[in-house]
């Protein structure tokens, strides 16, 4: 069955930097379009970034573009998020998420059908 498994997550300061990992199994991941998303407390879902199934297109959220990179290892079965230039706002669950094949706007949560458990980023001031 389709496993994704997120880790990396932490307590950093303002201005620090993390790394998320999501490591996937169960599917033909590198021919699959892979997102990660981040759930603040009484907040909804929402989109930090996306990448194509070969790594050659990249997709920000506005609040994260410049700061942040998503990345694949297709030999590795993994997606990664560089988190660089940390503020309070970033603080959340990050979970990663597969594509679907038919999607047709990548920035909604209705697109991915299957998720991580998530890991917990919080920035502290």
């Known amino acids: 069955q389709v496993q994704l498994v997120e880790s990396g997550g932490g307590l950093v300061q303002v201005g620090g930097s993390l790394r998320l990992s999501c490591a996937a199994s169960?599917?033909?991941?590198?021919?699959?379009?892979m997102g990660w998303f981040r759930q603040a407390p009484g907040k909804e879902r929402g989109f930090v970034a996306a990448?194509?199934?070969?790594?050659?297109?990249?997709y920000y959220g506005d609040s994260v573009k410049g700061r942040f990179t998503i990345s694949r290892d297709n030999a590795k079965n993994v997606v990664y998020l560089q988190m660089n230039s940390l503020n309070p706002g970033d603080t959340g669950i990050y979970y990663c998420?597969?594509?679907?094949?038919?999607?047709?706007?990548?920035?909604?949560?209705?697109?991915?059908?299957?998720w991580g458990q998530g890991t917990q980023v919080t920035v502290s001031s």
């Open positions: 998420a597969c594509l679907k094949a038919n999607a047709d706007n990548r920035y909604y949560t209705e697109s991915y059908n299957y």
């Open positions: 990448i194509n199934w070969s790594g050659g297109d990249r």
């Open positions: 169960g599917f033909d991941f590198r021919f699959t379009g």
